[in-house]
């Protein structure tokens, strides 16, 4: 199957900063990857989106502001939680699709103090 | 909007269990995805489906694809301790490549 890395795996920040999460397809061009949130013992919830070239397309109630989504290329994807509050602490995960699968990343656990 | 209704929600079972979960929508998918997760992972394909009726093995995991198109079907036969997770099924919304997930089967298996 294809690889996703999403990077870093657990992040720490102090309340008001801005944390930047990568996800790249390793052995395949994605024009579409997707971010997706989870908070314990539930299931993934989608957030936006993200198109190569293009803006990203955000899920009702999710406040695009807070989190930037860029993808400026056919292997990586970035999130950016902006000005970071301890309630946007969660699991955040990527995915890409290859075909008409989605492969996901190990997912980044963020935690704002 | 489209929702995927997983049950059971939760199970325990013994070793050498053969174990069965399904996943229902309100409305219908034409491609049906099973993952597993791991804590702290990311959740990890097991098995695709793109037809109505379709039966597809991976060593003891068998799923279907419902012929309503509105549901399908997990079996892992002969559970062992590494099962333990939490199964979801996923699907495309209609008419696009994003993925929906359902709620979820968390699956423990005592030695």
């Known amino acids: 199957g294809a690889v996703v890395s999403q990077h870093p795996s657990w992040v720490i920040c102090k309340s008001g900063t801005s944390v930047k999460i990568e996800c790249r397809s390793l052995?395949?061009?994605?024009?579409?990857m997707f971010w997706y949130r989870q908070f314990p013992k539930q299931s993934l919830m989608l957030m936006a989106t993200?198109?190569?070239?293009?803006?990203?397309?955000?899920e009702q109630g999710v406040e695009k502001d807070k989190f930037l989504i860029n993808h400026a290329s056919l292997t990586l994807s970035t999130l950016t939680v902006t000005s970071a509050h301890p309630e946007d602490s969660s699991f955040y995960i990527c995915?890409?699709?290859?075909?008409?699968?989605?492969?996901f990343g190990q997912g980044t656990r963020l935690t704002v103090v | 909007g489209q929702q995927l209704n997983q049950s059971p929600q939760s199970m325990f079972i013994q070793e050498g269990e053969d174990v069965s979960m399904n996943c229902t929508s309100s409305?219908?998918?034409?491609?049906w995805l099973w993952y597993k997760q791991d804590p702290g992972e990311g959740p990890v394909l097991l098995i695709a489906?793109?037809?109505?009726?379709e039966l597809t093995s991976n060593g003891r995991l068998t799923a279907q694809f419902g012929i309503t198109r509105k549901d399908s079907f997990l079996n892992i036969s002969a559970s062992i301790p590494s099962d333990v997770g939490i199964y979801f099924c996923?699907?495309?919304?209609?008419?696009?490549?994003?993925?929906?997930f359902g709620t979820g089967t968390r699956l423990k298996v005592l030695a």
């Open positions: 995915s890409a699709r290859w075909s008409l699968e989605a492969f």
């Open positions: 052995d395949f061009q994605a024009t579409t």
């Open positions: 993200s198109n190569e070239g293009s803006k990203a397309t955000y």
């Open positions: 409305s219908i998918f034409n491609t």
């Open positions: 489906l793109y037809k109505a009726g």
């Open positions: 996923a699907g495309p919304l209609s008419g696009t490549y994003k993925y929906i």
